[in-house]
């Protein structure tokens, strides 16, 4: 059975930095692309980041130059970084392993996805 798992997620006030991470089981981690995904409340799927199983990486315009997706295939992790939070990162986010080319699309289905964690919640506010 494939897991992933977030954990990281909370309140942070705006410029504050948060760590995400995403431990897998279950699927050779390291074959995988994978991306972080968010959900802001009422509104639709978008696609943060992007690592690609060579390392290749992707942002969104959205958060370029703020957040830093990583992996270490050792250990079966995915990690954002993010700084400079706005409170306009305010979402729940996901660890989820895109079937396709996310970042050319504009929007996103869950079935654009294979594995999917629970999410783990980010707030930013003062």
């Known amino acids: 059975?494939?897991?992933l798992v977030e954990s990281g997620g909370g309140l942070v006030q705006p410029g504050g930095?948060?760590?995400l991470s995403c431990v897998a089981s279950g699927l050779i981690f390291g074959s995988y692309d994978m991306s972080w995904v968010r959900q802001a409340p009422g509104k639709g799927l978008e696609w943060v980041s992007v690592i690609?199983?060579?390392g290749v990486t992707y942002y969104a315009d959205s958060v370029k130059g703020?957040?830093?997706i990583s992996r270490?295939?050792?250990?079966n992790t995915l990690y954002l970084?993010?700084?400079?939070?706005?409170?306009e990162d305010?979402?729940?986010?996901?660890c989820a392993t895109p079937r396709r080319a996310i970042w050319t699309m504009d929007r996103l289905r869950r079935a654009d996805f294979g594995y999917w964690g629970r999410g783990t919640q980010v707030t930013v506010s003062s």
Request: no cysteine.
């Open 1 to 3: 059975e494939v897991q």
């Open 81 to 87: 970084q993010m700084n400079s939070l706005k409170t």
């Open 52 to 54: 690609r199983s060579g």
């Open 90 to 94: 305010t979402a729940v986010y996901y």
């Open 17 to 19: 930095s948060l760590r």
């Open 72 to 75: 270490d295939n050792t250990k």
């Open 66 to 68: 703020r957040f830093t």
